[in-house]
Protein backbone atom coordinates (compact mmCIF):
# COMPACT_ATOMS: atom_id res chain seq x y z
CA UNK A 1 0.00 0.00 0.00
CA UNK A 2 1.29 3.32 -0.74
CA UNK A 3 0.18 6.44 0.87
CA UNK A 4 -2.76 7.30 -1.54
CA UNK A 5 -4.05 3.80 -0.38
CA UNK A 6 -3.72 4.65 3.16
CA UNK A 7 -5.70 8.33 2.08
CA UNK A 8 -8.75 6.94 0.71
CA UNK A 9 -8.97 3.80 3.72
CA UNK A 10 -8.87 6.91 6.24
CA UNK A 11 -11.69 8.33 4.46
CA UNK A 12 -13.63 5.76 3.80
CA UNK A 13 -13.68 4.20 7.23
CA UNK A 14 -16.57 6.51 8.63
CA UNK A 15 -16.55 9.57 5.94
CA UNK A 16 -17.07 7.97 2.60
CA UNK A 17 -19.52 10.50 1.47
CA UNK A 18 -22.97 10.45 0.94
CA UNK A 19 -23.78 11.06 -3.10
CA UNK A 20 -24.86 10.27 -6.19
CA UNK A 21 -21.31 9.27 -7.21
CA UNK A 22 -19.55 8.85 -3.55
CA UNK A 23 -15.93 8.04 -5.62
CA UNK A 24 -15.91 11.06 -7.45
CA UNK A 25 -16.40 13.35 -4.51
CA UNK A 26 -13.66 11.12 -2.57
CA UNK A 27 -11.31 11.32 -6.05
CA UNK A 28 -11.62 15.30 -5.64
CA UNK A 29 -11.23 15.44 -2.13
CA UNK A 30 -7.97 13.73 -2.42
CA UNK A 31 -6.81 14.62 -6.15
CA UNK A 32 -7.57 11.78 -7.65
CA UNK A 33 -10.09 10.57 -10.52
CA UNK A 34 -12.97 8.50 -9.77
CA UNK A 35 -11.51 5.78 -11.94
CA UNK A 36 -8.27 5.38 -10.20
CA UNK A 37 -10.35 5.46 -6.63
CA UNK A 38 -12.26 2.35 -7.78
CA UNK A 39 -9.92 0.68 -9.31
CA UNK A 40 -7.46 1.34 -6.00
CA UNK A 41 -10.94 0.23 -4.00
CA UNK A 42 -11.05 -2.71 -6.04
CA UNK A 43 -7.35 -4.31 -5.96
CA UNK A 44 -7.25 -3.20 -1.80
CA UNK A 45 -10.74 -5.41 -1.83
CA UNK A 46 -8.69 -8.22 -4.19
CA UNK A 47 -5.96 -8.01 -2.06
CA UNK A 48 -8.34 -9.06 1.13
CA UNK A 49 -7.12 -5.33 2.94
CA UNK A 50 -11.02 -4.07 2.47
CA UNK A 51 -13.49 -6.60 3.60
CA UNK A 52 -16.83 -5.08 2.52
CA UNK A 53 -18.22 -1.59 1.70
CA UNK A 54 -21.69 -0.70 3.39
CA UNK A 55 -23.48 1.30 5.72
CA UNK A 56 -23.76 0.55 9.63
CA UNK A 57 -26.86 0.90 11.31
CA UNK A 58 -28.08 0.69 14.83
CA UNK A 59 -30.70 -1.86 14.82
CA UNK A 60 -32.12 -0.94 18.40
CA UNK A 61 -32.46 2.41 16.95
CA UNK A 62 -34.18 0.72 13.93
CA UNK A 63 -36.37 -1.78 16.46
CA UNK A 64 -34.53 -4.54 16.02
CA UNK A 65 -33.82 -6.71 19.08
CA UNK A 66 -30.43 -8.07 18.75
CA UNK A 67 -28.08 -10.85 20.79
CA UNK A 68 -24.60 -12.35 21.36
CA UNK A 69 -24.69 -16.09 21.15
CA UNK A 70 -22.40 -18.51 22.44
CA UNK A 71 -22.28 -22.23 21.48
CA UNK A 72 -20.54 -25.49 21.97
CA UNK A 73 -20.16 -27.45 19.07
CA UNK A 74 -18.28 -30.65 18.76
CA UNK A 75 -15.67 -30.51 16.00
CA UNK A 76 -17.11 -33.47 14.09
CA UNK A 77 -20.29 -30.86 13.71
CA UNK A 78 -18.61 -27.85 13.35
CA UNK A 79 -18.62 -27.34 9.75
CA UNK A 80 -22.14 -28.14 9.45
CA UNK A 81 -22.86 -25.56 11.97
CA UNK A 82 -21.16 -22.61 11.17
CA UNK A 83 -22.87 -23.16 7.83
CA UNK A 84 -26.17 -22.95 9.56
CA UNK A 85 -25.51 -20.30 11.58
CA UNK A 86 -24.29 -18.62 8.36
CA UNK A 87 -27.77 -19.16 6.28
CA UNK A 88 -30.01 -16.77 8.53
CA UNK A 89 -29.64 -13.46 7.12
CA UNK A 90 -29.67 -12.18 10.68
CA UNK A 91 -26.32 -13.01 11.17
CA UNK A 92 -23.84 -10.25 11.04
CA UNK A 93 -20.53 -12.31 12.71
CA UNK A 94 -19.83 -15.71 13.47
CA UNK A 95 -16.51 -16.28 15.05
CA UNK A 96 -15.11 -19.82 15.77
CA UNK A 97 -13.14 -19.53 19.70
CA UNK A 98 -10.80 -21.35 21.02
CA UNK A 99 -12.83 -21.96 24.42
CA UNK A 100 -15.67 -25.08 25.44
CA UNK A 101 -17.89 -22.28 23.59
CA UNK A 102 -16.27 -22.20 20.40
CA UNK A 103 -18.21 -20.86 18.09
CA UNK A 104 -19.49 -16.69 18.88
CA UNK A 105 -22.29 -14.97 16.79
CA UNK A 106 -24.28 -11.96 16.84
CA UNK A 107 -28.41 -12.20 15.69
CA UNK A 108 -30.37 -9.40 14.86
CA UNK A 109 -34.27 -9.65 14.12
CA UNK A 110 -37.48 -8.19 14.45
CA UNK A 111 -38.31 -9.22 17.58
CA UNK A 112 -36.16 -11.61 20.46
CA UNK A 113 -38.59 -14.08 20.08
CA UNK A 114 -37.98 -14.50 16.32
CA UNK A 115 -34.09 -15.20 17.34
CA UNK A 116 -35.53 -17.61 20.15
CA UNK A 117 -37.75 -19.76 17.48
CA UNK A 118 -34.13 -19.51 15.09
CA UNK A 119 -32.01 -20.46 17.66
CA UNK A 120 -34.24 -23.21 18.29
CA UNK A 121 -34.60 -24.40 14.69
CA UNK A 122 -30.41 -24.17 14.33
CA UNK A 123 -30.06 -26.41 17.52
CA UNK A 124 -33.19 -28.67 16.05
CA UNK A 125 -31.54 -29.10 12.49
CA UNK A 126 -27.82 -29.17 13.78
CA UNK A 127 -28.10 -31.26 16.42
CA UNK A 128 -26.18 -28.59 18.88
CA UNK A 129 -28.56 -27.67 21.94
CA UNK A 130 -26.02 -26.16 23.77
CA UNK A 131 -26.56 -22.35 22.38
CA UNK A 132 -26.31 -19.23 25.09
CA UNK A 133 -28.20 -16.25 24.22
CA UNK A 134 -26.71 -13.46 25.56
CA UNK A 135 -28.77 -9.87 24.80
CA UNK A 136 -27.24 -6.85 26.07
CA UNK A 137 -28.32 -5.18 29.18
CA UNK A 138 -26.62 -2.22 28.50
CA UNK A 139 -25.04 -1.08 25.05
CA UNK A 140 -21.51 0.07 25.12
CA UNK A 141 -20.42 1.31 21.76
CA UNK A 142 -17.31 2.77 20.94
CA UNK A 143 -16.05 3.65 17.33
CA UNK A 144 -13.45 1.96 15.59
CA UNK A 145 -11.16 4.15 13.12
CA UNK A 146 -7.91 2.36 12.23
CA UNK A 147 -4.95 4.49 11.88
CA UNK A 148 -3.90 3.66 8.19
Not at 18 to 36: K, M, T, W, Y
Not at 116 to 145: W, Y
Amino acid sequence: MDDTDKAILRAIQSHLPIAERPFLELGQQLGLSEDEVISRIARLKQKGIIRRIGGNFNSTSLGFASTLCAARVPEDKLKSFIAAVNAYPGVTHNYRRAHDYNVWFTFIAETMEEIEAHLADLAQQTGVADICSLPNLRMFKIKVDFPV
